[in-house]
Structure formats: structure tokens, C-alpha cells
């Protein structure tokens, strides 16, 4: 197993090299990125929609310079653009967005990009919302096939794919390799058992994410770090293993506002001893 960090644990205020060498310092092998919309208001480097060779290459060379591995690529657009929208010109900025993050895991020779695939609400009707985020998905994935890299498609609140059959079936029925899932260990924990999850979704895992959750509190203020909440971490780790995977596992964490390099470091242990189960 690899250690991974997703860029949202360390201060915005950070230039790209301290966030890469404070990452490589506690003791991570890779770091996800998160695609923003528009470039850093300060001028400094950052992954965004219409980054330039040059700053590619920037990121790219930072990263070679502290040993760490692009593990994969993340973007809050698609929340803005639904796949499952009934406007066809939202759904195609959200396309739009993937194929981005598709790109520019070619570049950085990784090999996934999480795709959240929308949402259900009182305007966005389930069934519609399956069918439109299905359709978006299999016009997606010619795009993925040609660059070989993933789309994950991640479990999140958001009122659709409440279940690893339904998760299982909708990714089956894209009918590519590479339309698979990213699952968040965490993000189920509310109202299922991730080790059941990844039992049921096996090898069509192609990444994780990992965070705590305190069942106790039962909302959004239970997340926690890795250790703290009632995550069964044996059981998890035991059917992770059983499927083979031994790539990425990457903390979803908010930076502490004091003391940001405790935070990495107590995860990177963390992931040690959880590695070790």
C-alpha cells in the first residue's frame, strides 16, 4: 500500500513547493490534486481548468523533486455542473471538466480522476438523475479508453447510488474497463460498513479515500481523522487485500487552522499502523 494526501490538508496559503515538501516530510509517497475553476488570486502555482505547459511542467517537476507520485486528480466543478442535471449545457461543462482531469492525469502519468456524478435533490428526480449521470458516462468513457486512465466514480452524500449493489450495477452497465469506482471509506460509514462495500465492488475499486466518522454525531461535523472514529479498520484493510489492490490509499482531510504539519504526520502514522493490520 501506498500513502496518500489530498491536497486539502495543507493550508491554501502555501506555495506548491512548501505543501510538497511538508507532504514528502511526513513521510507520503503521493499527493492528489484538486482542479479549481480559475488560477490562485496570489499568481502562484495551482492545478486549475487552463493551466499552461509551463505550469504543468512546474507542478510536475516539484513533485519529481520531493519523491512523490501524482496519485490522482479531484475537482469541486462537478458539484457546480452535475452530470445528472437535466440542462444538457451544465451536463457538458461537467464532461468538459472530466475530460480536464482525464488530461491532465495523462500528463502527470497517473492513472484516475474521482468523478462525482451528482446529485438527487427535490429538483433532480432519481431516476432521471441515474439515467443522465449513465448516459454522461458512457460518452466519457471512449475519452478514458484512449488516455488509460480511470474514471472513479465516488460514493458521496448525495442521495444517489445509496447502495454497493446499486454502485456495482451502474458502473457495470458503462460497459468500459475504465469506468470503475473511488471509495471513500468515510463517506459510507453513516449508514453501511465499507468492508462489505469493498467486498461487493472488488477489483472495480480503483482508488480509495480514507477519513474517519464518528457514527455518534450522524452528520457532516463526524468526519475526523483517521483513527478517531468508529471505522473497523481491520475488517477494511482484510478485504481490501483480499481484491489484490496495493496502490493508493489517500487521506480526505480539512487542514488543522494550527500546527498544519501535526496533522500530516500524525496521518502518515496513522496509515502505518493501519497498513500493518
Avoid at 491536497?7 to 505543501?19: D, Q, R, S
Avoid at 444538457?88 to 468538459?96: F, S, V
Wanted: charged share 25%; aromatic share 12%.
Amino acid at each position: 500500500m501506498k500513502k496518500g494526501i489530498n491536497m486539502g490538508a495543507v493550508p491554501g496559503n502555501l506555495t506548491l513547493e512548501e505543501a510538497f515538501e511538508m507532504i514528502a516530510r511526513a513521510g507520503f509517497d503521493g499527493v492528489e490534486l484538486n482542479m479549481a475553476d480559475q488560477p490562485r488570486s496570489d499568481g502562484k502555482i495551482s492545478l486549475h481548468t487552463d493551466c499552461s505547459h509551463a505550469e504543468l511542467l512546474a507542478i510536475k517537476e516539484t513533485a519529481e523533486k520531493y519523491n512523490l507520485e501524482i496519485t490522482s486528480f479531484v475537482t469541486g466543478l462537478l458539484w457546480s455542473y452535475p452530470l445528472t442535471s437535466y440542462d444538457k449545457n451544465t451536463r457538458e461543462h461537467g464532461k468538459d471538466a472530466v475530460k480536464k482531469l482525464i488530461d491532465y492525469a495523462a500528463f502527470f502519468n497517473s492513472d484516475t480522476v474521482l468523478v462525482v456524478p451528482g446529485q438527487v435533490n427535490e429538483m433532480t428526480h432519481y431516476e432521471d438523475a441515474y439515467y443522465n449521470a449513465q448516459t454522461a458516462l458512457k460518452e466519457l468513457a471512449p475519452y478514458a479508453e484512449e488516455r488509460k486512465i480511470y474514471i472513479g466514480v465516488e460514493n458521496v452524500w448525495n442521495k444517489f447510488l445509496l447502495s454497493p449493489l446499486e454502485m456495482r450495477d451502474f458502473v457495470d452497465s458503462i460497459g468500459s474497463e475504465y469506468v470503475g469506482v473511488y471509495f471513500d471509506i468515510g463517506n459510507v460509514l453513516i449508514n453501511a460498513y465499507p468492508e462489505q462495500w469493498i467486498k461487493i465492488l472488488g477489483t472495480r475499486i480503483k482508488k480509495y479515500h480514507a477519513k474517519g466518522f464518528k457514527t455518534a454525531v450522524g452528520n457532516i461535523t463526524g468526519f475526523t481523522t483517521l483513527l478517531e472514529g468508529d471505522i473497523n479498520w481491520k475488517r477494511v484493510m482484510d478485504e481490501i487485500r483480499k481484491t489484490g489492490y496495493d496502490n493508493f490509499i489517500t487521506a480526505e482531510l480539512g487542514a488543522y487552522k494550527f500546527g498544519a504539519f501535526n496533522l500530516l504526520k500524525e496521518t502518515a502514522e496513522a496509515f502505518d499502523m493501519i497498513f500493518g493490520l
